[in-house]
């Protein structure tokens, strides 16, 4: 089986094609980070212009990479949510369009699905059943991963998502966007214990998460620092090291917590902050302390990309294929919210 897959959700345009033998042979990526970087944040009108002008080439380049006509894709996977709808029109679109024209079965794909069965694309990828810790710049989420298809969220975050709160955490340190790997980067020079912010939510049971206060608790600080001239670049550092733990300690804690609930000796970290390097190096020895693994995508499908559509598609695929040849669905699903573990609603 051959799967293309369309990744439109946001800022970047995504185009994979994943054979279930040879593995992924396939992947071309546009990312529109210069073109929203000026307005320090996604426009979304501007990038459903750039979907349409990128998409087309990606594939057309795609599929002259794996050397195969699109005849012989045994099915389109597209992003269907979440995302800016009219981002996900452009990839709903041209996939389905693209799947009628050949004549095989259009995939929708819940773009956090495939977030979180990225790993699984890597040689020593886990098996199921694991706890899959979900965050990137809209999500922060824990999900009980049973099967393909079988997920439910334990808990997620109740304001800003861990990669908005890097994000908004940098802008106020005067750092361009995206803001979340240049404030990492700028955390190596500090001291992460030189200002104590709150790990939110962490003295409450449960799994949901919340930064917005410590976003706040932050914001505080530096206008106070700046008030009375002290907001050098090495108090910089230190912020950005100080907010950076505090935000680590909480997603391993919570992580950890999420495993001893379900019972479960497998994590995958998916989700553009899995790419932070001090979240890495906490988990790694913590859950091995108790006897469980820690899963990562390889570091360039940490953030959006087509590779885990078309995987998730292709998984999708092999695990009911009547669901997806008895009738061809060519309805573009296109859903701005969408619950992981939920059916489309239309
Ligand atoms: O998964 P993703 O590419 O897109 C969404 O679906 O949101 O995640 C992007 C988010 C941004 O908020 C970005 O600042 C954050 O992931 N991010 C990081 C790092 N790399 C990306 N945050 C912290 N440390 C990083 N190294
Ligand atoms: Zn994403």
Redesign the pocket.
Known sequence: MIVLGIET??D?TGVGIYDSGRGLVAHRLYSQIALHAPYGGVVPELASRDHVRKLLPLVEGALEDAGIHGSSLSAVAYTAGPGLIGALLVGGTLGVGLAMSWGVPAIPVH?MEA?LLAPMMEKDGPGFPLVALL?????TMLVDVRSIGDYEVLGQTLDD????A??KT?KLLGLSY????A??KLAEQGNADSYRFPRPMLKRPGLDFSFSGLKTAVMIKVRELEANGNLDEQTKADLASSFQAAVVDTLVAKSVRALDQTGYQRLVVA???G???SLRQQLGPKLAGRGACVYYPGLEY???NGAMIAFAGLESLKADPAAYQAVLDYTVHAQARWELGQPLSG
């Open positions: 959700s946001c970047e773009h977030h965050v990137s710049g809209g999500h998502a861990a990669g908005e890097f994000d940098a995206p803001g979340g790997p404030l990492a989700g553009g902050v790419a932070n390097q940490c953030t959006d």
